[in-house]
């Protein structure tokens, strides 16, 4: 698939199972996707100076940048997304909170000043968007010196004896939990953007290619669910 049209077709997907992409999730990974976005709350509310901006990008319908304004106060954290439909659906989400802030946006150009954020983040996004390093190297930009990135992301296990049992679930079962008869297409292609996704070692030297330092990761799952960070 090329790259613009990669992007349109990740666009139609999310405009259109917005509504309920929430409670697909938590079917889909089993009620466990609760556990793998906290890997990455904890990781980056625990790093965070106080009184800092943070930066969602991809942010979906907002569970992540609401975890972390809930948690942590004293933080200002702004979600981008591109799809009007899933910033709908964080909006109504958001309630009362001040300290959080959604906004549309492309997360290959990113609409803020360099240095502006102490911390950026991307939960399952990155293997979505047209240019992986484009994206890493947009978060990079916008993060001040000693600040984070971190991806939290699905991957092909890298376990072969694994491999089989992921690829029935995801492939055949993932679908029809997640979109039902209706949405049977859309489910299927997040699976296949897993399937050209990188592998973790990959993203990991992309991290220390664009200039990353501490590189680390955590994984859940056999290797299938995968939090990567790097400090700038």
């Given at each position: 698939m090329a790259d613009h049209s990669k992007e349109q077709h990740v666009y139609d997907v999310f405009?259109?199972?917005?509504?309920g992409y929430d409670h697909a999730n938590n079917r889909i990974?089993?009620?466990?996707?609760?556990?793998?976005?906290?890997?990455?709350?904890?990781?980056?509310?625990?790093?965070?100076?106080?009184?800092?901006?943070?930066?969602?990008?991809?942010?979906?319908?907002?569970?992540?940048?609401?975890?972390?304004?809930?948690?942590?106060?004293?933080?200002?954290?702004?979600?981008?997304?591109?799809s009007p439909a899933m910033l709908e659906v964080a909006e109504n989400k958001k309630k009362g909170r001040q300290n959080v802030r959604f906004r549309q946006g492309n997360a290959m150009k990113l609409s803020y000043r360099d240095n502006s954020f102490s911390a950026a983040c991307i939960s399952f996004g990155l293997r979505n968007t047209a240019d992986y390093k484009q994206v890493l190297c947009e978060m990079r930009r916008v993060v001040k010196a000693d600040g984070y990135i971190y991806c939290l992301d699905s991957f092909v296990p890298d376990n072969v004896l694994i491999q089989p049992f992921y690829k029935l679930y995801f492939r055949c079962i993932m679908p029809m939990l997640g979109g039902g008869r209706k949405y049977h297409q859309e489910y299927i292609w997040l699976y296949e953007s897993t399937q050209q996704f990188l592998h973790r070692k990959e993203l990991e030297r992309l991290y220390r290619s664009i200039g990353l330092k501490a590189v680390g990761h955590k994984s859940r799952m056999c290797g299938a669910c995968v939090l990567v960070w790097g400090q700038k």
């Open positions: 405009q259109s199972i917005s509504d990974s089993l009620g466990l996707q609760k556990g793998w976005k906290k890997m990455l709350t904890d990781k980056l509310i625990a790093n965070t100076p106080r009184g800092t901006n943070i930066l969602d990008v991809c942010c979906g319908t907002g569970d992540i940048a609401l975890k972390i304004a809930d948690a942590r106060h004293d933080l200002k954290v702004t979600g981008i997304d591109f």
